[in-house]
C-alpha cells in the first residue's frame, strides 16, 4: 500500500477525522490505527511525535476499540480547534491498565465552559462516559492559550 492511498484511508470530513476502512488491530498494532488517524493533522502542518513505552502488552479487542475511539475524539478536536504547532500521543502500561495520553501545543480551552455548554463538548462527555462505563478514567486539562492534554486511562483485566 503506497503512501498516497494511505492518507486517503483517513480524512477529516466537518472536522471529524474518520478511517474508510475497518480497523485491523492485529495487522496495525492499537499504535499503527491510532496513528493513521494523525494523518489529517500531519497535512496541515501539525508536527506529531509518539511515546509508546508499552512494550508489546496484548490490549483485549474492546480496549482497543475503546482507546481508538477516545484518540479519535481527542485528535478530531486537536484538529478542528487547537491550531497546534505540535501535538504528541503516548500509549503506555500502567498499574494494571494501559494509558492513552493525546497532549498539544494549541489555542487550549476553559474545560468547565466546554464540558457544561449547551453546544460544545458533546464528544467528550460521550468519550467520559464510554470510558467510565468500562471502568477506566478520563481527564481533560486545558486552559486559553496552553494547549490541551486529554488522558484515558482503562483497567487490563
Same mark, same amino acid.
Given at each position: 500500500?503506497?503512501?498516497?492511498?494511505?492518507?486517503? =484511508?483517513? &480524512?477529516?470530513?466537518?472536522?471529524?477525522?474518520?478511517?474508510?476502512?475497518?480497523?485491523?488491530? !492485529?495487522?496495525?498494532?492499537?499504535?499503527?490505527?491510532?496513528?493513521?488517524?494523525?494523518?489529517?493533522?500531519? #497535512? #496541515?502542518?501539525? +508536527? &506529531?511525535?509518539? =511515546?509508546?513505552?508499552?512494550?508489546?502488552? =496484548?490490549?483485549?479487542?474492546?480496549?482497543?476499540?475503546?482507546?481508538? #475511539?477516545?484518540?479519535?475524539? +481527542?485528535?478530531?478536536?486537536?484538529?478542528?480547534?487547537?491550531?497546534?504547532? =505540535?501535538?504528541?500521543? #503516548?500509549?503506555?502500561?500502567?498499574? !494494571?491498565?494501559?494509558?492513552?495520553?493525546?497532549?498539544?501545543?494549541?489555542?487550549?480551552?476553559?474545560?468547565?465552559?466546554?464540558?457544561?455548554?449547551?453546544?460544545?463538548?458533546?464528544?467528550?462527555?460521550?468519550?467520559?462516559v464510554a470510558v467510565h462505563e468500562a471502568?477506566?478514567?478520563?481527564?481533560?486539562?486545558?486552559?486559553?492559550?496552553?494547549?490541551?492534554?486529554?488522558?484515558?486511562?482503562?483497567?487490563?483485566?
Amino acid at each position: 500500500m503506497g503512501k498516497e492511498s494511505a492518507l486517503d =484511508e483517513v &480524512v477529516a470530513v466537518g472536522g471529524l477525522i474518520t478511517d474508510h476502512h475497518p480497523l485491523d488491530f !492485529h495487522t496495525l498494532g492499537l499504535a499503527g490505527c491510532i496513528d493513521r488517524l494523525t494523518g489529517p493533522l500531519r #497535512q #496541515q502542518g501539525t +508536527a &506529531v511525535r509518539w =511515546e509508546t513505552p508499552h512494550w508489546g502488552i =496484548e490490549i483485549p479487542a474492546d480496549c482497543a476499540s475503546l482507546l481508538y #475511539q477516545s484518540a479519535r475524539e +481527542a485528535l478530531s478536536n486537536a484538529f478542528k480547534y487547537s491550531d497546534a504547532a =505540535e501535538l504528541t500521543v #503516548q500509549l503506555s502500561a500502567v498499574d !494494571h491498565g494501559i494509558r492513552l495520553v493525546v497532549s498539544d501545543d494549541g489555542t487550549g480551552f476553559d474545560c468547565d465552559l466546554a464540558l457544561s455548554g449547551k453546544n460544545h463538548g458533546y464528544g467528550l462527555r460521550l468519550m467520559s462516559v464510554a470510558v467510565h462505563e468500562a471502568g477506566g478514567t478520563v481527564n481533560v486539562c486545558s486552559k486559553p492559550g496552553q494547549g490541551t492534554t486529554v488522558t484515558v486511562t482503562l483497567p487490563l483485566d
